[in-house]
């Protein structure tokens, strides 16, 4: 097939599940190669030559850092080798931000970096993988799609993986973005871009980790204490990030364990269980030693936190200013 050269590297999720009927609810994801994946999407005449390559075929639940780091290795292969005009990853819907997140901020953006999911298993009435591929295909072939960091497609819309997050259960409009919104439109034949590139010719904002640290995620609950912050001291944990009440509050007993953690030198991340919103520089924060995760979610600033404390990044205002970086 002529047109660009795209590599997808494959990693499972429902684009490959089956479910065995075309009505049954349940279904195994990651049950279809990258052979016969990219065999099923030829006829559909894409505009585009499609190479690939198996990581893993997993659910994405089950994503690890084994995982992560057989992808970015691949992911960096790809994008160096001059004949690849553009690279696809099908992925999970489950921990899709994380990922996305997590290449986002340690590939460089010379190319378009496209991943794709979809929220019905392939042999399910009205699946969305193969119309989802076809609009990842749409994107990773424009040349604008560079420098733009890691994009995710979902229901006809493109995202930008600092602001994605999967905000439904089910359902094809599944995936949102906060605060700016979707990037992009997109249908197979379509693409339509809401904003200029902003990272264009930049290369990796930081290395990728050679081991992931033990950052703890906390969920606030009603009458929760600081004995959970012990505990995860005393497991190894390096930083801490709180899925706080509202705009990223806690009990007190928590906040006093996780000022003391701050003290000792342990990253501490304010960010909310709430859908939607900004978590804002509180006053307190100065005096606690705290950092405000503003509009990531809790699971992104646990991320973005592992890959800052691997590069050796640890002072309060530096972690302040990569987690607001866009």
Known sequence: MSGPHLHVLATGGTIAGRGGS??????RPGQIGIDEFLARIEPLALGARLT?????????????????????????????????DGLIITHGTDTAEETALLLDRTLPTS??????????AADAVGSDGWRNFANAVQVARDPAAAGRGVLVVMGDLVHA???????????TGAFRSF?????????????????????????????FPAAMPEVALIHCCAGLDGRIVA?????????????????????EPLRTALREAAAAGLPVVRATRVDEGLVDRAPDDDGDGFIAARALGPAKARILLQVLIAAGLRDPAVIQQALEAR
Do not use: C
């Open 161 to 171: 993986a600092r602001d994605v997050r999967k905000a439904i259960t089910s359902g």
């Open 22 to 27: 075309p009505t049954r609810r349940d279904y």
């Open 231 to 251: 505990l995860h001291r005393a497991a190894g944990a390096q930083g801490f990030v709180v899925a706080g009440f509202g705009e990223g509050t806690m009990p």
């Open 52 to 84: 690939g390559g198996q990581v893993a075929n997993i659910g994405s639940e089950d994503i690890s850092y084994a995982v992560w780091a057989r992808l970015h290795a691949s992911a960096s292969a790809a994008l160096d080798d001059p004949a690849v």
């Open 179 to 207: 605060p700016r919104g979707p990037v992009a439109a997109v249908t197979p034949t379509s693409l339509e871009w809401f904003a200029d590139p902003w990272r264009v010719g930049a290369g990796a904002l930081y290395p």
């Open 111 to 120: 190319k378009p970096i496209v991943l794709v999911g979809a929220m019905r």
